[in-house]
């Protein structure tokens, strides 16, 4: 089955187009089983790919499966092939968008029941499960490009579903324009590459950057151009602003960008060039500052906000951040372990928000929530897991990817980047136990008549989320510090043969120990804070709001950015599209073609008169012709 791995991608996209064309005809029921089906095929052929590669991916061997299925373009010399390539860092992106991809998959078939575009939905989520794959299997940076546009447009699509509302088409819009920044500086990054590498294959830029055949400067200009795309499709400083908006698509959605593909493209196109970004020191810097700024950034913002969704993109965007610290400081492998495990959190928590909304008839607010443990003790459960493991605490699977990558900064020298890392571990513990206290504990905040229609989600929805749920807590174990023994760092060792190690750290036992310990009392003190301020003391935030007044509003409304986005980019954008258009589309683009027009329409006009179409005119022309003709004959 392994060495029909190429089929990965296209079981998603067959049924993708099989939903759009026939899918009016085609019964609920089929396209229950048909759409979660692809996925599952993808996923039981990515598992079959990755035991083929595992045996070796544990050594230092480079193993990997490759595919071209045609030559894509050719040029003179230059050519570039439709190839598909399959290696450790490869399977572990495609176990994870399949896997928890179908995953929610299953758990849409509850909460999408009743919506009319049932069909619809299905075909752009296989849609966009298909582009991701593409851009995790392609085996060039130009066949990666187009997966990177494909989850783009797919996301447009998929966060503006509900289109009739205007929030869901300018949330929309919003994601598709301001990627679409981010992905004019990979393209441009894209043209310097194959300018000057001459090929756009993964294994030849590495092996030209190996042999010193590229200059540092160079390397470092076309590393910042990516990662700026990155800072778009990853919703990193300053181009994350269209993630809390993406909020208005359906919750799966959101779980589906936020934990398994979109948002994690970024990491993986970083990953996968980690011979560039450690070939450039500049390039590793921005990436490891912008990363825990955006941690700590990110987090601020999710303190103050009170919509249970916005809470949780904020919470990816930060956590987003600290995978781009991993990679920023050459633990590159730590980064993508984190990205492994916050797969399994963050769609647990969205998908049990989905079930809290689903409970609470669409209720975003938390201020309106309140006492629903006893009424949603499935939900309560899984989410406060999710909860626990995204905060960092010990022996859950947030707390070992997370431990990692501050370890790796500390170890490194970079102390200021591991007190940002520490920094961003409280807050991200206060806030989500913020929530988690506002929603399911204390006084019920909601109407009698909600209250009367309390019940817990059904087994198609709860089942995914205890899945989740159990991953949630299991899944760090395959990447274990060196503390708890050598060579349990299973996850490390399996990417050794296609992610270098940047640095060599060498820390104590007892400094190991020590690392370990701090970030365990962090997460700890952060949720005893949320414990302190939204149970004990539940009056305390009003206080300090009143104290700190413009602290709070700075942080309720998300530093103004949006609005300072719109006085310094958005409005003389469109007061400048608007003068162009009157000033110069109307007058001169409009006044030729309309010019060239009335020019034409004036001479027809004129002909006209002679192209009467009455037979007697042109008898009458027809007699005068010949009556000249033999005047001038004869005289």
Excluded at 25 to 51: C, D, E, H, R
Excluded at 103 to 125: P, Q
Excluded at 393 to 402: E, N, Q, R, Y
Excluded at 473 to 498: K, Q, T
């Amino acid at each position: 089955m392994s060495e029909y791995f190429w089929l990965i991608p296209l079981f998603p996209a067959a049924s993708s187009f099989i939903l759009v064309i026939f899918g009016r005809w085609l019964p609920k029921k089929y396209v229950s089983v048909q759409a979660p089906l692809a996925v599952l095929l993808s996923f039981i052929f990515g598992l079959a790919s990755f035991l083929k590669i595992y045996p070796r991916g544990l050594g230092h061997e480079a193993a990997g499966l490759s595919k071209t299925l045609f030559s894509w373009i050719h040029s003179g010399s230059f050519q570039i092939d439709f190839t598909f390539w399959f290696d450790q860092l490869t399977a572990v992106m495609v176990l994870v968008v399949s896997g928890v991809g179908f995953i929610i998959h299953v758990y849409s078939i509850g909460y999408m029941a009743e919506d009319r575009s049932y069909t619809r939905y299905f075909s752009l989520l296989n849609l966009f499960t298909f582009a991701m794959l593409l851009l995790v299997m392609a085996g060039n940076m130009v066949l990666m490009f187009v997966g990177w546009e494909g989850v783009g447009l797919c996301s447009y699509l998929l966060i503006g579903f509900w289109f009739e509302r205007p929030s869901a088409a300018s949330a929309g819009k919003k994601a598709f324009i301001v990627n679409r920044i981010g992905d004019a500086a990979f393209l441009l990054g894209l043209f310097f590459l194959l300018f000057n590498f001459k090929t756009a294959s993964f294994p030849e830029i590495n092996r030209a950057l190996t042999d010193g055949r590229i200059s540092s400067s160079l390397a470092t200009l076309i590393a910042l151009l990516f990662f700026a795309g990155a800072t778009g499709k990853s919703a990193q400083i300053p181009l994350y602003v269209w993630l809390p908006d993406a909020m208005e698509g359906p919750t799966p959605v959101s779980a589906l960008i936020h934990a398994a593909t979109m948002v994690t493209a970024g990491v993986y196109m970083v990953s996968r060039l980690n011979v560039l970004y450690s070939y450039s020191g500049i390039a590793a810097e921005v990436v490891a500052i912008i990363g825990a700024l955006t941690a700590v950034y990110a987090g601020t913002i999710a303190l103050t906000q009170f919509d249970i969704k916005r809470v949780l993109a904020y919470s990816t965007i930060s956590q987003i951040g600290y995978m781009f610290l991993g990679c920023g400081v050459g633990a590159f492998a730590a980064g993508m372990f984190h990205l492994y495990t916050h797969a399994f959190f963050k769609s647990l928590l969205f998908l049990a928000a989905g079930s809290v909304m689903h409970a609470l008839s669409g209720e975003l607010d938390m201020r309106r929530m309140g006492g629903l443990k006893k009424h949603l003790p499935i939900t309560y459960s899984t989410f406060l897991i999710g909860a626990i493991t995204i905060a960092g605490v010990p022996f859950f699977s947030g707390f070992f990817s997370k431990d990692a990558i501050l370890t790796q900064c500390y170890a490194q020298g970079k102390y200021f980047l591991w007190l940002l890392g520490l920094t961003g571990a409280i807050i991200t513990a206060f806030y989500m136990f913020r929530l988690i206290f506002l929603t399911f504990h204390g006084q019920e905040r909601f109407s009698a008549e909600i209250r009367h229609h309390l019940h817990e989600s059904p087994p198609v929805m709860t089942i995914p989320l205890i899945i989740l749920a159990f991953f949630s807590i299991i899944a760090g174990y395959i990447g274990l510090p060196v503390v708890f023994g050598h060579d349990l760092n299973f996850f490390e060792r399996f990417l050794e043969p296609v992610i270098i190690r940047a640095y060599e750290t060498h820390l104590s036992l007892g400094i190991e120990w020590l690392l370990i310990i701090i970030s365990s009392v962090i997460a700890f003190v952060g949720i005893f804070l949320a414990y302190v301020f939204y149970l004990k003391s539940p009056h305390l935030p009003h206080q300090l709001a009143s104290r700190f007044p413009g602290v709070y509003r700075l942080l309720f409304n998300k530093y103004y950015v949006d609005e300072i986005y719109n006085i310094l980019f958005v409005k003389p954008l469109v007061k400048g599209s608007e003068m162009v258009y009157y000033n110069f589309d109307l007058p001169i683009i409009d006044g030729a073609v309309n010019g060239s027009a009335k020019t034409v329409s004036f001479f027809g006009r004129i002909l006209s008169l002679v192209q009467s179409g009455l037979i007697r005119d042109y008898a009458l022309v027809f007699i005068l012709g010949v009556a000249i003709i033999l005047g001038l004959i004869l005289f």
